[in-house]
């Protein structure tokens, strides 16, 4: 049972890591795509 819950929590650490890159990486193209957007219609 032991060895469960520290898979578990193992799992759910990494799940946790890779959301937050996740949402750290698309803090940073939403930004960058927009910009392109804007220039592309202002151009």
Known sequence: MFNL???SSRVLAAASSFAISAVLFAYAIVPAEQGVV??????
């Open 5 to 7: 819950s520290e898979m």
């Open 38 to 43: 804007f220039a592309g219609m202002m151009a």
